[in-house]
C-alpha cells in the first residue's frame, strides 16, 4: 500500500541553472567584501594590537623589576655607608672620650700634687714657726733659770743670749746625730 | 512544508494521512525543487527568486553582519560578540590556513574565512526552523563555490610556479620510478583539472541532499503514521525520534562538510603555493 514514487519526474537534480550560479557567486562575493575588506584585518589588527599590549605590559613590568632591584642595591649602599658611617663616629667618639678622660686625670693629678705641695710648704712654715718660738721659749726659760742660778739678770745681756743659742744649736746637733 | 506533488492521485493532498487512504508521500527529488516566489529579469537574463535564492542572500547577509559587527568593537578586552568573532577569525587562521598552507596562509584567510562561514550557515539553514532547507543541495551554488576555488588555485598555481611548471609538476611527482610516469601523468593531469574541482562540489551537493532527504523522509512518517492505535503512536514516535536524533547528527555533518570543503580549498592552494613534495 505503500505507494513509493519512482523517479518518473523529469526533475535532473544535477542541473545548472545560470540564475542560481550568479545567484551563489554575488552571495559569497558579498561575504567576501565584507570580510576581505572590512572585518578581517580590523580583527587581525585588534589581536596584533592585543598582543602588542600585553608584550609591551611585561616589558613595563620588567622595567619597573629592574628599575626595583636597582633602587633597592642604592638603598644597601647608602644603608652600609651609614653604618659604616656611624661606626667611625663611635670610634671617634671613643677615642675623644679616652682622652678627656686621660687628660681630667692628669689635672687632677696635677691638682693633688700642687695641694700636697702647698700642704707641705705650709706644715714647714709652721714647723719651722713654732721651732723658732719654741728656741725663743726654751732660750728665755733658760735664761730665767740661769739668772736664778747665777743670782743675777742675764736677760737682756746680748752675749747670755747668744750662749744661750750656742747650747740649742749644739743640742740640735746633738739631737740629729 | 515542501512541495510533494503526487503524481496520478489529484485527490491526495500535498502531505496525506495514513487514514486518508493515500500512500505514504516518500519525499524524492521534487522536493529540491521548490516553487518560485517571482522572477526577476535583469536585461536578457532571468533571475528565479525562490527559497533558495533568498536563503543564499540571507545568509550572505547574516554573515557579512555578522563578522563586521564582531569587528566593529576592536577593544583590548572583549566582550561577547567581539571575542566569538575572534575566535571564528583564529579557528579559520590557525587550524586551517596556517595548519594546511603554512606561514604564508595567513593572506588566505579572508577567502577560506569566507568559504567556511558562507558554507556552514547555507547547510545550518537545512536544520533551522522556517528555513529547513540547505542552500548547498542545490548543485548550483555548491559549483558556483567550487569554480572560484578552482579558478584561484589554478591562478596561484601558474603565477608561483610558472604556467607550465604547474602541470608537470603535478603530473611528474618525483620519487616514481621512470616507466611509471606513462600511467601517472595523465592520472595526476586529471586529477588536478576535473576530479578535484568536481569531487569537491557533489561531495557537499551531495552529503547537503541526503541529508534533507532523510530529515523530510522521517518527518513526514512521523505526521503520516500518527493515529490512536498502538502501531501508529509506535511508528509515529519512532519517527519522530529518529528525525530528533537525525537533526543533531545533520548539523553535526553540517559543520564537518563545510570544514573539509575549506580544508580541501587550502590544501589545493598550498599545493598551488609549492610544487608537490
Redesign the interface.
Known sequence: ?????A???E?N????????????????A???????K???P??????E??AD?IEGGLARAENSQAEAAAMLEQYRAQLADARGEAANIRAEAQAEKTAMIESARGEAAAAAASVTERAQAQIEAERSQAMSSLRRDVSELALTLASKVVGESLTDDARARASVDRFIADLEVEAAK | MNVVKFSGDVSCPVTPHLNSGCGFPAPNAEIFFLEPYTTLHVGSMEFVIGKTSILAALVAIIVATFFLAASRPRKMVPGKLQSLGEQAYLFVRDQIAREVIGKDGDRFVPFLGSIFFFVWISNLMGVIPGAQFPIMSSLAFPVSLTLMVYATYMFIGMKHQGPIKFFTSAMFPPGVPKAMYVLLAPLELLQLVVTRPVTQAIRLFANMFAGHLLLTTFTLAAYYLLSPSIIGVLGSVTSFGVTVVLTGFEMFIQGLQAFIFTLLTAVYIGGSLHAEH
Request: hydrophobic share 70%; charged share 15%.
Open positions: 500500500m505503500f505507494n513509493i514514487i523517479a518518473e519526474s526533475v537534480i544535477l542541473r545548472l541553472p545560470l540564475d542560481e550560479l550568479i545567484i551563489g557567486t554575488l552571495a559569497f558579498i561575504v567576501f567584501f565584507a570580510l576581505a572590512f572585518a578581517f580590523a580583527i587581525s589588527k585588534t589581536l594590537d592585543r599590549a
